[in-house]
């Protein structure tokens, strides 16, 4: 019964919707999926409904197992039904301004020394509404970001400005300084502890080179986490533009010089996982009173080649610290002959040698895809993500996700 009258009131929210806007793209999948050992078929329906430059996507997705019926856990709080809008947006992302509401992923904020690569996700009982705002001109712009909309939790901000803009000296003129600031005002989610994590920062950019086909940029931020220690940075990066066939090419290396209790880019990708270990009770600001001072090399790359293969690696490594690597990378594969897509990412903390890539313990978050198109309108897909929980007993149980779907998109 629960199962008939959400899918009718949806639908008939989905073809209300269309009705008064204009019904760009409708999507659907049919498939299964294991969470925890347990089997669930899935029904899922994403129409994208468009109005100008607002676009609102919904993700109606219902998880049925054979014993309970529709997966409780996906219904039994109110902040879940949040769910069900996969995105709301204003703008697109080249524009002056640009607004999205709904997931966050691989979410960078400056030149990443306070929030790098950060995404909302990690739960997959808890699916976070968050906001990303942006807006630019020659002179001034900013943003800022929520990781959830629904309660406090991580939010930041930034601004820029270029103050020498008005002058006709070409270099200096595009000389850019910028505020960040970011704060986790309760990691804990309770208001009756006080374990907030307040991180500000300045930083300054000056291009060398405008291209194309080539930029050089020089660069250095300074941040400091309230109460705790600070860290600043000098680096250099580029943009290599279209060359030899491979296109819009980005580089960055830096050298980070970090004091005593700073951890650069502190909002990273495994910030939802280490935010609050419910078993220990403690989250990532007490591991802040450990670190020690130190000096890093940092390096960033990104590129497209021949407009089929997408890559971005960054890798930072202290000093003199063993163990001390952390990986981030992400790469896709499309328009590949034969109708086949690949998606594939990797973070890893806690780096020496290649052997430490394949240690499973908290310090590794993987996910795959991997496609088939199986006519013009319908592909095969199937999504593998794997993280680790650590027990009680300081033994990791590995929580995996498999899931095979049958996408189906119509644009009108």
Not at 176 to 181: E, F
Request: charge should be negative; hydrophobic fraction near 40%; glycine fraction near 12%.
């Amino acid at each position: 019964m629960m199962a008939s009258r959400l899918m009718q009131a949806l639908l008939a929210l989905a073809l209300f919707s269309s009705a008064s806007w204009g019904l760009e793209v409708i999507g659907g999948e049919l498939g299964a999926t294991i969470i925890d050992d347990k089997v669930y078929w899935v029904v899922r329906f994403q129409p994208e409904l468009i109005l100008g430059k607002l676009g609102v996507g919904l993700d109606i997705e219902l998880l049925m197992g054979e014993e309970e019926g529709i997966r409780d856990a996906d219904w039994d709080e109110d902040h879940k039904w949040i769910r069900l809008i996969r995105y709301v947006r204003y703008g697109y992302p080249e524009g002056i301004l640009y607004a999205r509401a709904g997931a966050l992923d691989d979410l960078t904020i400056g030149h990443g020394f306070i929030v790098n690569h950060y995404k909302n996700w990690y739960d997959e009982d808890y699916q976070r509404l968050g906001l990303h705002l942006r807006g630019n001109s020659n002179v001034l712009g900013g943003a800022c970001f929520s990781s959830n909309l629904a309660m406090w939790e991580v939010v930041g901000a930034r601004v820029w400005m270029a103050p020498l803009g008005s002058l006709s000296m070409p270099l200096i003129r595009c000389l850019r300084l910028g505020g960040t600031a970011a704060v986790d005002l309760d990691p804990d989610n309770d208001w009756d502890t006080s374990d907030e994590i307040r991180i500000a920062g300045v930083d300054a950019e000056l291009p060398l080179l405008a291209g194309p086909p080539i930029g050089l940029y020089l660069y250095a931020d300074h941040a400091h986490i309230l109460d705790y220690g600070s860290g600043q940075a000098v680096g250099v990066g580029s943009n290599l533009g279209r060359f030899a066939g491979v296109s819009d090419i980005q580089a960055r290396l830096e050298r980070r010089f970090l004091g005593d209790a700073f951890i650069p880019a502190y909002f990273d990708a495994f910030y939802g996982l280490q935010r609050y270990d419910p078993s220990t009770g403690l989250n990532k600001k007490a591991l802040l009173d450990s670190v020690e001072s130190g000096r890093a090399v940092y390096g960033e790359l990104r590129g497209t080649i021949l407009g089929v293969v997408t890559v971005m690696g960054g890798y930072q490594y202290i000093d003199e610290r063993p163990h001390s690597g952390v990986l981030h990378f992400d790469g896709t594969l499309e328009g590949f002959p034969g109708g086949i897509s690949f998606r594939a990412s990797l973070d890893k903390t806690g780096i020496e040698k290649a052997s430490d890539l394949f240690d499973e313990d908290e310090s590794t978050l993987m996910e795959a895809e991997m496609g088939y198109r199986l006519n013009v309108y319908t592909m095969l897909y199937v999504l593998y993500r794997k993280t680790f929980e650590r027990q009680e007993d300081g033994s990791y149980r590995a929580v995996e996700v498999i899931k095979p779907r049958l996408a189906i998109s119509m644009e009108f």
